[in-house]
Protein backbone atom coordinates (compact mmCIF):
# COMPACT_ATOMS: atom_id res chain seq x y z
CA UNK A 1 0.00 0.00 0.00
CA UNK A 2 1.01 3.84 -0.68
CA UNK A 3 2.28 5.12 2.41
CA UNK A 4 1.10 8.41 3.30
CA UNK A 5 3.18 8.72 6.95
CA UNK A 6 6.25 7.06 8.03
CA UNK A 7 7.59 7.88 11.53
CA UNK A 8 11.13 6.33 12.01
CA UNK A 9 12.49 6.18 15.83
CA UNK A 10 11.11 9.67 16.64
CA UNK A 11 12.07 11.30 20.46
CA UNK A 12 11.40 14.00 22.01
CA UNK A 13 12.24 15.69 25.33
CA UNK A 14 10.73 19.01 26.38
CA UNK A 15 12.78 21.70 27.70
CA UNK A 16 12.51 21.08 30.96
CA UNK A 17 14.09 16.90 30.15
CA UNK A 18 10.42 15.58 30.34
CA UNK A 19 11.41 12.43 27.94
CA UNK A 20 7.78 12.98 25.71
CA UNK A 21 8.60 10.22 23.22
CA UNK A 22 11.03 7.67 23.23
CA UNK A 23 11.97 5.84 19.37
CA UNK A 24 8.23 5.71 18.01
CA UNK A 25 7.72 3.80 14.81
CA UNK A 26 4.55 4.39 12.55
CA UNK A 27 3.38 4.25 9.35
CA UNK A 28 -0.45 5.11 7.87
CA UNK A 29 -1.03 3.90 4.33
CA UNK A 30 -3.85 5.18 2.04
CA UNK A 31 -7.18 4.27 2.70
CA UNK A 32 -6.18 2.92 6.20
CA UNK A 33 -7.42 3.99 9.71
CA UNK A 34 -5.04 3.74 12.18
CA UNK A 35 -5.83 4.78 16.34
CA UNK A 36 -3.13 6.05 18.79
CA UNK A 37 -4.01 4.70 22.18
CA UNK A 38 -3.30 5.85 25.34
CA UNK A 39 -4.11 7.32 28.84
CA UNK A 40 -3.42 10.94 29.59
CA UNK A 41 0.53 11.63 29.62
CA UNK A 42 1.15 8.26 27.15
CA UNK A 43 3.00 10.78 24.61
CA UNK A 44 -0.22 11.03 22.01
CA UNK A 45 -0.76 15.26 21.72
CA UNK A 46 3.31 14.96 21.27
CA UNK A 47 3.02 13.01 18.60
CA UNK A 48 0.13 14.61 16.76
CA UNK A 49 1.92 18.12 17.34
CA UNK A 50 5.34 15.96 15.41
CA UNK A 51 2.97 14.81 12.50
CA UNK A 52 1.98 18.58 11.85
CA UNK A 53 5.11 20.04 11.93
CA UNK A 54 4.58 22.42 15.34
CA UNK A 55 7.43 20.48 17.46
CA UNK A 56 10.62 19.09 16.06
CA UNK A 57 12.65 16.12 17.70
CA UNK A 58 15.15 13.91 16.89
CA UNK A 59 14.33 11.18 14.12
CA UNK A 60 12.79 10.90 10.30
CA UNK A 61 9.16 11.99 9.72
CA UNK A 62 7.78 11.73 6.02
CA UNK A 63 4.61 12.61 5.00
CA UNK A 64 2.80 11.75 1.30
CA UNK A 65 6.38 11.45 0.29
CA UNK A 66 8.33 14.08 1.59
CA UNK A 67 10.29 14.65 4.68
CA UNK A 68 8.93 16.28 7.55
CA UNK A 69 10.92 19.74 6.80
CA UNK A 70 10.24 23.32 7.06
CA UNK A 71 10.32 23.74 3.43
CA UNK A 72 7.71 21.12 2.86
CA UNK A 73 5.29 22.43 5.65
CA UNK A 74 2.97 24.18 2.99
CA UNK A 75 2.83 21.21 0.73
CA UNK A 76 2.27 18.66 3.49
CA UNK A 77 -0.29 21.03 5.27
CA UNK A 78 -2.61 21.00 2.14
CA UNK A 79 -2.33 17.12 2.19
CA UNK A 80 -3.54 17.09 6.00
CA UNK A 81 -7.09 17.71 7.92
CA UNK A 82 -7.07 18.58 11.32
CA UNK A 83 -10.16 18.04 13.27
CA UNK A 84 -8.82 19.01 16.93
CA UNK A 85 -10.10 17.96 20.25
CA UNK A 86 -12.66 21.46 21.17
CA UNK A 87 -14.55 22.40 17.92
CA UNK A 88 -14.59 25.97 18.90
CA UNK A 89 -10.88 26.25 18.01
CA UNK A 90 -12.09 25.36 13.99
CA UNK A 91 -15.32 27.94 14.09
CA UNK A 92 -14.92 30.97 13.62
CA UNK A 93 -17.12 32.41 11.20
CA UNK A 94 -20.80 33.43 11.63
CA UNK A 95 -22.48 31.05 9.77
CA UNK A 96 -21.78 27.17 8.86
CA UNK A 97 -21.60 28.55 5.67
CA UNK A 98 -19.13 31.00 6.17
CA UNK A 99 -17.07 28.61 8.20
CA UNK A 100 -16.58 25.71 5.73
CA UNK A 101 -16.16 28.45 2.87
CA UNK A 102 -13.49 30.01 4.66
CA UNK A 103 -10.84 27.23 3.53
CA UNK A 104 -11.38 26.80 -0.36
CA UNK A 105 -11.74 30.79 -0.98
CA UNK A 106 -8.18 30.43 1.13
CA UNK A 107 -6.90 27.97 -0.99
CA UNK A 108 -7.78 30.84 -4.44
CA UNK A 109 -11.43 28.97 -4.98
CA UNK A 110 -14.06 31.49 -6.37
CA UNK A 111 -16.77 32.74 -4.17
CA UNK A 112 -19.35 30.64 -6.91
CA UNK A 113 -17.06 27.74 -6.73
CA UNK A 114 -16.68 27.57 -2.70
CA UNK A 115 -20.60 27.72 -2.38
CA UNK A 116 -20.67 24.35 -4.16
CA UNK A 117 -17.62 22.85 -2.07
CA UNK A 118 -20.32 23.96 1.16
CA UNK A 119 -23.51 23.03 -0.64
CA UNK A 120 -21.23 19.59 -1.50
CA UNK A 121 -19.79 19.17 1.48
CA UNK A 122 -23.00 19.64 3.33
CA UNK A 123 -24.95 17.94 1.87
CA UNK A 124 -22.39 14.70 1.70
CA UNK A 125 -22.53 14.71 5.67
CA UNK A 126 -26.14 15.44 5.71
CA UNK A 127 -26.06 18.84 7.32
CA UNK A 128 -27.12 21.19 4.65
CA UNK A 129 -29.92 22.45 6.93
CA UNK A 130 -27.32 23.94 8.83
CA UNK A 131 -26.26 26.30 6.41
CA UNK A 132 -27.61 29.68 7.49
CA UNK A 133 -27.58 28.64 11.46
CA UNK A 134 -25.20 30.86 13.82
CA UNK A 135 -22.02 28.72 14.63
CA UNK A 136 -21.60 29.24 18.28
CA UNK A 137 -25.24 28.20 18.77
CA UNK A 138 -25.06 24.93 17.43
CA UNK A 139 -25.20 22.08 19.79
CA UNK A 140 -21.45 19.95 20.65
CA UNK A 141 -22.27 16.92 18.27
CA UNK A 142 -23.31 19.43 15.69
CA UNK A 143 -20.26 21.51 16.20
CA UNK A 144 -18.02 18.60 15.50
CA UNK A 145 -19.51 17.40 12.14
CA UNK A 146 -19.24 21.47 10.83
CA UNK A 147 -16.05 21.06 12.18
CA UNK A 148 -15.53 18.01 10.59
CA UNK A 149 -16.81 19.63 7.33
CA UNK A 150 -14.45 22.51 7.11
CA UNK A 151 -11.66 19.72 7.04
CA UNK A 152 -13.13 17.92 4.22
CA UNK A 153 -14.27 21.17 2.11
CA UNK A 154 -10.52 21.69 1.86
CA UNK A 155 -10.19 17.76 0.20
CA UNK A 156 -6.87 16.63 2.03
CA UNK A 157 -5.64 13.04 1.27
CA UNK A 158 -5.34 12.00 5.05
CA UNK A 159 -7.10 13.07 8.44
CA UNK A 160 -5.26 13.72 12.09
CA UNK A 161 -8.16 13.47 14.51
CA UNK A 162 -7.47 14.48 17.75
CA UNK A 163 -10.06 12.78 20.82
CA UNK A 164 -12.95 12.91 18.29
CA UNK A 165 -15.52 11.83 20.93
CA UNK A 166 -14.75 13.83 23.79
CA UNK A 167 -17.85 15.37 25.13
CA UNK A 168 -20.28 13.95 22.55
CA UNK A 169 -23.42 12.49 23.62
CA UNK A 170 -24.50 9.23 22.70
CA UNK A 171 -26.47 10.17 19.43
CA UNK A 172 -23.15 12.57 18.29
CA UNK A 173 -21.32 9.80 18.92
CA UNK A 174 -22.93 7.37 16.55
CA UNK A 175 -23.55 10.19 14.10
CA UNK A 176 -19.95 11.00 13.68
CA UNK A 177 -18.93 7.09 13.96
CA UNK A 178 -21.23 6.45 10.93
CA UNK A 179 -19.66 9.28 8.90
CA UNK A 180 -16.24 8.82 9.58
CA UNK A 181 -16.70 4.83 8.36
CA UNK A 182 -17.81 6.25 5.27
CA UNK A 183 -14.95 8.49 4.53
CA UNK A 184 -12.45 7.44 2.19
CA UNK A 185 -8.98 9.37 3.25
CA UNK A 186 -7.00 7.57 5.69
CA UNK A 187 -7.20 8.58 8.92
CA UNK A 188 -4.86 8.66 12.06
CA UNK A 189 -7.29 8.75 15.09
CA UNK A 190 -5.45 10.39 18.46
CA UNK A 191 -7.55 8.50 21.19
CA UNK A 192 -8.27 7.09 24.72
CA UNK A 193 -11.87 5.50 23.25
CA UNK A 194 -10.71 2.36 23.07
CA UNK A 195 -14.37 1.55 21.87
CA UNK A 196 -14.46 3.86 19.10
CA UNK A 197 -11.01 2.43 17.64
CA UNK A 198 -12.69 -1.25 17.98
CA UNK A 199 -15.63 -0.15 15.81
CA UNK A 200 -13.68 2.38 13.42
CA UNK A 201 -10.07 1.54 13.32
CA UNK A 202 -8.18 -1.52 11.06
CA UNK A 203 -5.36 -1.00 12.84
CA UNK A 204 -4.24 0.03 16.59
CA UNK A 205 -0.79 1.21 17.97
CA UNK A 206 -0.41 2.04 21.69
CA UNK A 207 1.27 4.53 23.34
CA UNK A 208 3.05 4.46 26.98
CA UNK A 209 5.12 6.89 28.76
CA UNK A 210 6.34 7.83 25.09
CA UNK A 211 6.97 3.97 23.83
CA UNK A 212 4.58 2.27 21.52
CA UNK A 213 3.77 -0.96 23.61
CA UNK A 214 1.47 -2.67 21.51
CA UNK A 215 1.02 -2.85 17.54
CA UNK A 216 -1.96 -4.75 16.33
CA UNK A 217 -4.17 -5.42 13.02
Known sequence: MNSLIEVRDLHY??????????????????????????ANGSGKTTFLLHLLGLIEGQGAIQV???????ENLPFIRQKIGVLFQDSDDQLFMPTVEEDVAFGPLNLGRSRDEARQVVATTLERLGIGELADRVTHR????EKRIVALATVLAMEPELLLLDEPTLGLDETAYERLLEILAELPQAMCVVSHDRSFHSRLGTKAVELRAGRVVDSRP
Not at 21 to 30: N, T
Not at 138 to 141: H, M
Open 13 to 38: AYPDGTVALHGVHFSLAAGETVAVLG
Open 64 to 70: CGKPLAK
Open 138 to 141: LSGG
